[in-house]
């Protein structure tokens, strides 16, 4: 009821529907990109036969530390998208946001399927700047948003000094 005494005729439901269906959408995305670099993830003898720098996290580190990482990427993912102004920049976000769940995968894909730590070394650049691009189109929309990423860009440096030793370690592939 109004103020008025008289009924609404707005759709009270609609805002907290658009929050459902853009959160339901970035689970969606992340489960997608988590679920098939988890595929590609492959912790068999010759990745146990790699020689690890000492500063890597035992195995199960990786596995909470990748879904705090989707899970703050999926909430900056609702926050940007309901802030973008116009379908135009709603697309950029979303490319973006594919760009990098893609570059992502293609990484582990290097490093455990095509066993090329080499060349994931120097895919992880593009990783790194995917997030770096993520966080420039989050902070316009959201201040927020753009430090949720922030984790997830430092991750990937720590995952890329990680990298960089495999090869150092055990080159040439």
Known sequence: LTGLGRMSTAPTVMPHRRVVVAALWA??????????????????????????????????AFGPAWSVIYLLTAI???RVWLRAQSPRERTRWLAALA???AINVFW???????????????????LWLSIVLLIVI????????????????????????????????????
């Open 76 to 78: 900056a993912a609702v």
């Open 138 to 173: 989050a902070r316009r929309h959201d201040a927020l948003a753009a430090l949720l990423l922030v984790p997830h860009l430092l991750w990937v440096a720590f995952a890329a000094s990680l990298n960089y030793g495999v090869v150092r370690l055990n080159g040439p592939f």
């Open 108 to 126: 582990s894909w290097l490093f455990f399927k095509a066993r090329r730590p080499d060349w994931a070394l120097a895919e992880v650049v593009l």
């Open 27 to 60: 689970a969606l995305g992340v489960v997608a990109v988590a679920g098939l670099g988890g595929l590609a993830t492959e912790l068999g003898p010759w990745y146990r036969a790699l020689k690890q720098p000492w500063w890597q996290p035992p195995d199960w």
């Open 99 to 101: 760009a990098n769940g």
